[in-house]
């Protein structure tokens, strides 16, 4: 298994994406001294830019195609992984402790953002960086360098909740100095906790005392492209408030929280709408490809996004995710294999579920007359596919009548499809035989999200009347009928599926299930009789067999990982790492985790990630090539 502090070093390095020379494409000498850095301009900002490498990031571990080289959705009922390696497989089946757990690098790299964070509030310098005022986005430079900074501690620490529920709050001491701890001395981090219903309220805040100081959007995106704006702020708020709201942190459903929830996403919407250039759904006026369109076209054009990670010139992502037919000087990996659980879940064009009263489905013709997002998010059996130009184009064949029978996308040496389908989402129509690189960004906060949030904060604060707007905007983008006339929880179960729909494979899914706390009582056996795209821990496919003209489709379970393992409360949140609460043991445990010692052998690895953690921070930064963040030129 891979060291926790590789994996560091892998989020810095993935992709291997070209990148032009911007203000977040610079190369930090870890060597300088802290007086050095904050008293040279130009070094300053550089410092700030470096911090953006922390941010999540779900492109960068693509490039670790053994544990990591597939969509994190497949710790999720939307998808599973056919390469038995993958840390996700073993995620799902509770296959690892707090000493060994895979993703726990999560942790420093949360942790380590938010040192830089205060690293800079504490060193940065007025008289050095400047804060005169002037029009456009340079007026009071200092104040927004220091408001982007508390803005990105703040994501640091929502990050941090998300995956580990209760979290260090490291912000300002009783004095109002940024705290740095003293990483010579173990026990200075040895603190408690904060609860994550409490902590998410201080994101809140945070974002409430820094929204207002940075451009909602800045004037001149050309430079500024990939920066924390205000608008990334008013997201923030809003989407904290939404999992403060929700049952995991909210176990007694006061409808207060989700008023302030929807009161955020309200703001959003209300200041975006006040902007001359607002943010806006990428639409076209072409629901069979616009959805597709927004995560392959060049992110820097997209209006849609608030917040992206990094640009990375790649072809990774279309390599990891093309089904495996697909082969020339490049051939696809097809590791990531949509679920038929997430297939049932989109509707039919008419708003019908597929199992509803007057949906017209035909099992014998599965993808036919269906939401067209499915035909944009994945791959199935027939679908056309691959460059005309290059004489590549054909149908997707996953048929499997025998081993001398198959079809050429249905297994290879080094992927294939566990359940008939490959992920199409992110991925551009790339030659196989002449393969290029494409722009790809990680969409970190995109407006699709804040309507959504509205919609299911109204719904639980006052019932459907306001919600319905929110969610009919974004189902009116994919050319879908609009809700109406339903009840507060007929309206729930639909922007909950929505959510799944259209957030598909953007790292939502796995803390949606945990936010509505749907594992509650749930066992495999217990949810068979549900309608697939409900089951949770019955995870399902298709088998395609017959020949390519007149396929047959058979649905059951997946082939091989066919299920989900969730220990209650354990799997609500990943362990604290166990080496962590040893030297810190005021953090504790999260329920579940054996907080005994780990192996002899892990107890080595830890340490020496430790050091090198160590090593790296005393430093102030990694010293290695950032992970780039490209601008539109």
């Not at 209300?270 to 629901?287: H, I």
């Not at 597929?354 to 099992?363: F, L």
């Not at 359940?419 to 494409?438: D, H, M, Q, R």
Request: charged share 25%.
């Amino acid at each position: 298994m891979k060291r926790i502090s590789t994996y560091i070093v892998t989020l810095v390095l993935a992709l291997a994406g070209s990148s032009c020379s911007d203000y977040l494409d610079k190369e930090y000498d870890a060597s300088l001294s802290e007086k050095k850095v904050f008293n040279n301009q130009n070094l300053t900002r550089e410092f700030l830019a470096n911090i953006y490498t922390n941010l999540p990031d779900g492109l960068a571990p693509l490039s670790d195609d053994q544990f990591t080289g597939a969509s994190r959705d497949c710790m999720t009922d939307n998808a599973v992984t056919c390469w038995g390696l993958h840390y996700y497989t073993k995620i799902g089946s509770d296959g690892y402790t707090a000493g060994d757990h895979p993703l726990l690098g999560f942790w420093n790299t949360d942790l380590y953002g938010i040192r830089k964070c205060n690293m800079f509030l504490k060193n940065a310098k007025a008289s050095v960086v400047g804060n005169t005022e002037k029009d456009g986005d340079d007026n009071r430079l200092y104040d927004r360098y220091c408001a982007e900074a508390r803005l990105l501690r703040a994501i640091f620490h929502f990050d941090l909740i998300c995956w580990f529920g209760a979290a260090p709050v490291i912000a300002e001491d009783e004095s109002g100095e940024p705290i740095i701890f003293d990483l010579s001395d173990p026990s200075a981090m040895n603190m408690f906790r904060t609860p994550a219903a409490e902590a998410l309220e201080w994101v809140a805040d945070q974002c409430d005392q820094i929204k207002n100081q940075l451009p909602f959007r800045y004037s001149d995106e050309a430079s500024n492209w990939g920066r924390v704006n205000g608008a990334a702020a008013y997201a923030l708020k809003a989407r904290a408030l939404l999992y403060r709201a929700s049952k995991l942190n909210n176990p007694d459903g006061n409808t207060a929280y989700w008023a302030n929830a929807a009161q955020a996403a309200a703001d959003f919407i209300t200041q975006n709408n006040k902007q001359s250039y607002p943010y806006r759904l990428y639409n076209t006026g072409n629901p069979e490809n616009d959805y597709y369109e927004c995560f392959t076209t060049n992110p820097v054009y997209n209006n849609e996004i608030i917040l992206a990670r990094s640009v990375w010139n790649t072809n990774q992502v279309e390599k990891v995710f093309l089904p495996v037919g697909f082969t020339g000087s490049f051939s696809g990996n097809g590791r990531t294999n949509p679920t038929q659980n997430l297939v049932d879940a989109y509707e039919m064009s008419n708003g019908k579920r597929i199992d509803e009263n007057g949906s017209t489905y035909d099992a014998a013709n599965p993808y036919k007359d269906r939401d067209p997002r499915l035909a944009q998010t994945i791959f199935y059996q027939g679908m056309m596919w691959g460059r005309a130009d290059k004489e590549e184009r054909r149908a997707i064949d996953v048929r499997y009548n025998s081993d001398a029978d198959k079809g050429v996308d249905y297994t290879s040496a080094m992927g294939g499809t566990y359940t008939g389908y490959y992920l199409k989402k992110f991925v551009n129509n790339i030659s196989c035989k002449e393969p290029a690189t494409y722009p790809h960004a990680w969409m970190i906060f995109r407006y699709g999200e804040i309507l959504l949030n509205a919609a299911e904060a109204y719904n639980e604060a006052e019932g459907p009347a306001k919600a319905y707007s929110y969610i009919n905007e974004v189902r009116a983008r994919a050319g879908m009928p609009a809700y109406a006339d339903m009840s507060q929880s007929e309206l729930r179960e639909r922007i909950r599926n929505e959510r799944r729909i259209e957030l598909a494979f953007e790292d939502h899914r796995f803390f949606d299930v945990r936010r509505w706390k749907l594992y509650d009582n749930v066992t495999s056996t217990g949810e068979t009789g549900k309608p697939r795209y409900n089951q949770l821990l019955n995870l399902y496919g298709v088998k395609v067999t017959g020949n390519a003209d007149t396929p047959s489709y058979t649905f059951g379970l997946a082939e091989t990982v066919n299920s989900r393992t969730f220990v209650n409360p354990k799997s609500y949140y990943f362990p604290i790492p166990a080496n962590e609460v040893k030297r810190a043991p005021n953090l504790g445990q999260n329920p579940g985790w054996d907080t005994g010692s780990a192996s002899n052998e892990q107890s080595k690895k830890e340490r020496l990630r430790y050091e090198i953690l160590k090593d790296h921070l005393s430093s102030t930064l990694l010293h290695a090539r950032s992970g780039s963040v490209q601008r539109r030129r």
